[in-house]
């Protein structure tokens, strides 16, 4: 992990004192490691999605954004709100999630870009996934997604969502059935 980005751990020669100022910079590199920049944009809106047609997810609230400890926040609930930015450079460990109402016909899938700009075409495709099951008219329908990825400094992320139920259709308003997580895991 890089700690070096975030914080000058100093190196101890035989009979150096151990200052408060070198005590407390380590205190800093183990919080580092212990708590990497990460955030977990969602959506709890009922939003609704056209029949076969691809759409950025607003994700208007977040359950966590710890990178402004570090480098600058990672999410905008007001500005751009479908990205999560990588604001170093480094590894990390992508997960997301689409919950759809309940509904058997057609499919859904689930698509994470990277730099698209609201255009799904104009980037490049992270992961796509679809349920390994059948859709039923009573239960809801979640797609679960989880990958790893390089990313430079303010790289982003975006999450689409895509259905061919024949009509319109909104993604579940449960708390915790849609999100996007980024977390910062090595450089």
Not at 25 to 45: G, H, K, R
Not at 68 to 73: L, V
Not at 117 to 140: R, Y
Not at 157 to 185: C, F, H, K
Request: hydrophobic share 40%; aromatic share 6%.
């Amino acid at each position: 992990m890089a700690i070096s980005t975030y914080v000058a751990v100093p190196t101890l020669a035989v009979g150096d004192k151990l200052t408060a100022t070198r005590c407390n910079t380590i205190v800093t590199a183990f919080s580092f490691l212990l708590d990497p920049p990460m955030c977990t944009a969602t959506n709890v809106a009922a939003t609704s999605y056209a029949n076969n047609t691809r759409a950025v997810v607003p994700l208007a609230t977040e359950d966590a954004d710890t990178g402004g400890s570090y480098d600058g926040a990672m999410h905008s609930t007001s500005s751009n709100n479908s990205r999560v930015i990588a604001t170093t450079a480094g590894r990390y460990r992508l997960t997301a999630r689409e919950s759809w109402a309940a509904n058997a016909t057609g499919r859904r899938l689930l698509d994470v870009t990277k730099n698209t700009g609201g255009t799904f075409a104009a980037g490049s495709l992270v992961l796509s996934a679809a349920p390994a099951f059948t859709l039923t008219a009573a239960d809801v329908c979640r797609v679960d997604a989880e990958c790893e990825l390089d990313l430079a400094a303010n790289d982003y992320v975006e999450m689409w969502a895509y259905q061919t139920s024949g009509g319109n259709l909104a993604l579940d308003t449960a708390a915790g059935s849609n999100y996007l997580t980024l977390r910062l895991i090595g450089s």
